[in-house]
């Protein structure tokens, strides 16, 4: 049987500095729009820079799909407001 494992949660803050230390191995940093700019609005909240090209590489309206590409975050971890409790057990759930 597997154990199920759901007590990981984090602020958005701290989602975004650890997904910074992750991309700073490979040159690049995360910034996040303020709420009230036009990016924000249009659904646009976090944006990925390549450090060296100095350009916007990515852009997002979440990170935790940004945080579990990069393995900033294991899959019973979530960032609040972004994924339920629910929705983390149902992905840990084994596939039939």
């Known amino acids: 049987m597997k154990t199920i494992t759901v ?17 700073s191995k490979e040159g690049k940093t995360i910034r996040r729009n303020k709420a009230n700019t036009e990016a924000a609005k249009n659904g646009d909240r976090f944006y990925i820079v390549d450090e060296e090209k100095g350009q916007i590489i990515k852009t ?37």
């Open 7 to 23: 007590s990981g949660s984090m602020t958005e803050h701290a989602a975004m500095l650890r997904l910074k230390r992750f991309l």
């Open 60 to 96: 997002a309206s979440t990170i935790t799909a940004w945080m579990r590409e990069y393995g900033a975050m294991e899959e019973w971890e979530y960032v609040i407001g972004e994924e339920s409790v629910r929705d983390i057990i149902i992905k840990q759930r084994p596939k039939q």
